[in-house]
């Protein structure tokens, strides 16, 4: 099962700049496509950023939103996948969490995420 442990989010101002981490017991991350998600208040979690395997490409998406300003990567030694997130915007402001992309390998499973918060 995933157990995912996120961390690095605060109190930023608009225009600046978070690393968040996310951490997962074994090899979960490194054999599955991997991506951060994001849920504002009153509003569905969604999808900002993903990363295929390494052995697919180490291909990255990243929702429209957040294209340009956010990095995802991973480090499969570390069994950690982080998200560089710059130019912070106020619409920003969310609990971030990480998972793997599979529903069927995540089942219901989710961390207690990382608040970000962006000041105007």
């Known amino acids: 099962q995933v157990q995912p442990v996120e961390s690095g989010g605060g109190l930023v101002q608009a225009g600046g700049a978070l690393r968040l981490s996310c951490a997962a017991a074994?090899?979960?991350?490194?054999?599955?496509?991997v991506g951060w998600y994001r849920q504002a208040p009153g509003k569905k979690r969604e999808l900002v950023a993903s990363?295929?395997?390494?052995?697919?490409?180490?291909?990255?998406r990243y929702a429209d939103s957040v294209k340009g300003r956010f990095t995802i990567s991973r480090d499969n030694a570390k069994n950690t996948v982080y998200l560089q997130m710059n130019s912070l915007k106020p619409e920003d402001t969310a609990v971030y969490y990480c998972?793997?992309?599979?529903?069927?390998?995540?089942?219901?499973?989710w961390g207690q995420g990382t608040q970000v918060t962006v000041s105007s």
């Open positions: 998972n793997v992309l599979d529903p069927l390998v995540r089942g219901t499973n």
């Open positions: 074994g090899s979960i991350f490194s054999i599955n496509a």
């Open positions: 990363m295929s395997t390494i052995s697919s490409g180490g291909i990255t």
